[in-house]
């Protein structure tokens, strides 16, 4: 039997998944990081993406975009707090494109700089949840 880490990924409106997983991948505020049964214990910002579970006795790894937050790594537990949490299955391509159009259009017409700031982060969401759709649609053809 492999080794396990308990995992909950919340967010502000509900918790998105509380198990066990054999590894963890999440966004990180420096770039993805592996998680693996007695990680060392850290804290990080989490940035817009992909959060992937390898769940025992599954094939399939999960599928979950997240977009703002905090990610703890204790030894034997990984709890995600995110702003946003939306399981692949339920991610809408159109509304994702819909948003990434807008954000994209903000950009040219920015009026001040916190309008192309806010612009920026829409855009970096908006291609996140792209991206976890994508990763989300990848693991269901293997």
Known sequence: MAMTIHVDVVSAEQSIFNGQAEFVVAPAEMGEIGIHPRH??????IQPGTVRLKIPNQEDEEVIFVSGGLVEVQPQVVTILADTAIRG????????????????EALKQRATEIDYARAQSELATAVAQLRSLHRYRLRKKK
């Open 89 to 104: 299955k339920d991610l809408d391509e159109a509304k994702a494109m819909e948003a990434k159009q807008k954000a994209e």
């Open 40 to 45: 060392t214990p850290f804290i990080s910002r």
